[in-house]
Each structure stands twice: as structure tokens, then as C-alpha cells.
């Protein structure tokens, strides 16, 4: 459900609200995961792990639109 329908199916203000405070609860969950991931793994580690992710999501991209 898009934003645009849920705010018009219901209320604008409400709408606004629960999107403001469901991102501020995502952004809060990544600072402290990523703090918390800080700390038991070096920077270097971190990078390459995030490297491997974004090819292995490239590598699937690229399969799903040989594919289709």
C-alpha cells in the first residue's frame, strides 16, 4: 500500500505520524546495531562484508533481468 493511498484511505496527519515514527524506530535499530557491531568486529571486516553484499545483490540483479 502505497503512502499516497493509505493517506487518503485514512488520516494525513495519522499517516504522517506512524511514517515518522516507524523510520525514526528503523534508524534508531541500524545506530545501535552498527555500534554494537563496532565493537566486536574491525572496520576492515565490516567493509568487506558489505562489499560482498552489494556484488551478491548485483550478481542476483543481473540474473533476475537476464532471466525476465
Not at 15 to 37: D, E, Q, Y
Not at 42 to 49: A, H, N, Q, R
Not at 51 to 60: H, I, R, T
Amino acid at each position: 500500500c502505497s503512502f499516497t493511498a493509505l493517506a487518503a484511505a485514512s488520516s494525513p496527519p495519522g499517516v504522517i505520524a506512524g511514517s515518522l515514527a516507524g523510520h525514526g524506530v528503523a534508524t534508531l535499530i541500524a545506530v545501535l546495531g552498527g555500534s554494537l557491531l563496532g565493537t566486536f568486529l574491525s572496520e576492515k571486516i565490516i567493509s568487506y562484508i558489505g562489499g560482498s553484499l552489494f556484488l551478491a545483490f548485483a550478481a542476483v540483479t543481473l540474473v533476475e533481468i537476464a532471466t525476465s
